[in-house]
């Protein structure tokens, strides 16, 4: 089968496999620098030169039999098995400084004995992630890159025990994923966490007429309920964020929407997922226990 990249996939893109609702599959999803011989020579991501550059494989698309717009997906991801080919990387004009650090640079580290080794040597706490869960949106995934659909969003918490709710936007849902980390963190400065091929065992579940309530990518994680938001800016993702929290949690509560947005103002904790790029991605933070006593209807 030929190989899909994120910057080329699109909802012509022949499905890898079909599955019904409620299916496991375990599946390899490649690290972002796979099919990548040389660093110098990945154009700047989020630019129009990464269109068809082999940099972060997909894994799908996954059609789920009777999706349709108006629906929404419920993806549990049960387990991520970083592989050992652990990569870090400086990208062309890309991260946070990328004025001073400009020139693309990469460095092994491989994964063993339950970490991931900084340069061979310095050990790291494994927190195997996916950066790309996404439903296809009608209109193909150039250029927005990041989405009410999910996409290259990169938030920490979509990790194993994770379950993360997106809208189907075509026929099937098309979901894929990419872009896997044996180690991450939030805000990424350089754009680049430990890129790592995994393992991933999931199952998908579809929820009938759901897309309305999930239109935007919902994730469970830890006894947390985590809203998703996004702009072109920080400020902008996190007021979208902000917004879609405060409209989700009044809807299913006993609270109006100003007692929402003062209760989440005392238990939420904004983390900004992305590196810079032209779709920030940010995400409110909610603990279940505080919902639960709202009245939550979720």
Not at 34 to 47: E, G, K, L, Q
Not at 108 to 113: E, G, H, I, S, Y
Not at 195 to 219: F, M
């Amino acid at each position: 089968m030929e190989t899909v990249y994120l910057f080329s996939v699109n909802p012509s893109t022949p499905p890898a496999m079909e599955i019904d609702s409620g299916e496991e599959l375990t599946i390899v999803v490649r690290g972002a620098f796979a099919d990548v011989p040389d660093i110098r020579d990945v154009p700047t991501p989020f630019t129009p030169a990464c269109d068809g550059h082999p940099l972060a494989p997909i894994s799908g698309p996954i059609l789920v039999r009777g999706a349709e717009p108006g629906d929404a997906v419920a993806i549990d991801l049960l387990e991520i098995e970083p592989h050992e080919d652990g990569n870090t990387a400086i990208l062309r004009d890309f991260g946070v400084l990328r004025e001073e650090f400009s020139e693309p640079h990469l460095l092994n580290c491989p994964v063993r004995d339950g970490k991931a080794w900084f340069a061979d040597r310095i050990p790291i706490p494994l927190n195997p992630n996916l950066g790309t869960v996404s439903t296809m949106p009608p209109e193909g995934y150039k250029p927005a890159y990041a989405g009410p659909y999910g996409g290259d969003f990169d938030q920490r918490d979509v990790c194993a025990g994770s379950r993360v709710y997106l809208p189907v936007m075509v026929p099937g849902a098309l979901v894929f994923f990419a872009d896997p980390h044996a180690a991450i963190s939030d805000g990424i400065i350089t754009g680049t966490g430990v890129e790592c091929t995994s393992t991933v065992r999931a199952r998908i579940h579809l929820n009938k007429g759901q897309a309305e309530r999930y239109d935007r990518p919902i994730i469970e994680v830890d006894d947390t309920l985590q809203v998703v938001g996004f702009g072109a800016t920080v400020e902008e993702a996190t007021e979208d964020a902000a917004q879609a929290a405060v409209s989700f949690v009044s809807a299913a509560s006993d609270l109006d929407r100003e007692q929402a947005y003062m209760l989440l103002s005392i238990v939420g904790e904004l983390r900004i997922g992305t590196s810079p790029r032209p779709v920030m991605a940010a995400r409110l933070i909610i603990p279940m226990e505080v919902l639960r006593e709202t009245g939550w209807k979720g």
